[in-house]
Each structure stands twice: as C-alpha cells, then as structure tokens.
Nanobody, 127 residues
Framework: QVALVESGGGLVQAGGSLRLSCVAS????????MAWFRQAPGKDREFLAG???????YYADSNKGRFTTSRDYAKNTLYLRMNSLKPEDTALYSC?????????????????????WGPGTQVTVSS
C-alpha cells in the first residue's frame, strides 16, 4: 500500500505561482494512476489534474493552461505546477492514487475512484 504526503503549499499573492509535491512511500508511483484534487471550505472536492500509468496527463477544463502535473519516477514524486493563481484557488490540495485496476490506463475525474490519499497541503492566495 502506498502512502502519500504533499508539500509546497503556502501563502502567495494573486498572479503568483506554486509547485506542490506529493511524495510516495511504500510503493512506487509507477504502479499507480495519480491525480490532484482540492477542496475549499464549504465546497465539494474538485478534480484538478491526473496522470495515467502510461504518463498521459489530463486536466479539468477550469484550470487547463494554468496547472501542469508531472511525475519524477526517480524521486517517486508527483508534482503540480500552478501559475497565475487567483484568490478562488485557495483550498486544501491533495494528491491521490489508484490501482491496480483498469483505471491505471483510463484515469478518472472522480475522487471515489482513488483509495489512497495524502493529508493535503493548504494553498492560500491573497488578493
């Protein structure tokens, strides 16, 4: 079973950038499809970006072009690069993993398809 821990969140001004990291332990990231989600207070969890087992990336339309996800297999780490941040991007950001199922190849936008989650890292964007 994989364990995930996010880092890289913090306070940033609107228009700024952050890079979040999700370090895996216990198993290698290459065994899983991965995704990033966020949840703001009082709102549902929102899909942001995903990467399949074959390293195909896909994004929510709402942030396509601003957010980029990537994997470093040597460091067993998933990244989320976020540019042009807005106050409405303020939320708790979490990474998630799923596998070994057919979701390895298709990925998923749905949080319930991911059984493994990190505790999250808070991102606050000031105006």
């Amino acid at each position: 079973q994989v364990a995930l821990v996010e880092s890289g969140g913090g306070l940033v001004q609107a228009g700024g950038s952050l890079r979040l990291s999700c370090v895996a332990s216990g198993r290698t990231l290459s065994e899983y499809a991965m995704a990033w989600f966020r949840q703001a207070p009082g709102k549902d969890r929102e899909f942001l970006a995903g990467v399949t087992w074959s390293n195909r990336t896909y994004y929510a339309d709402s942030n396509k072009g601003r957010f980029t996800t990537s994997r470093d297999y040597a460091k067993n780490t998933l990244y989320l690069r976020m540019n042009s941040l807005k106050p409405e991007d303020t939320a708790l950001y979490s990474c998630a993993a799923t596998g070994p199922t057919s979701l390895l190849y298709s990925g998923s936008f749905n949080s319930y398809d991911y059984p493994y989650w990190g505790p999250g890292t808070q991102v606050t964007v000031s105006s």
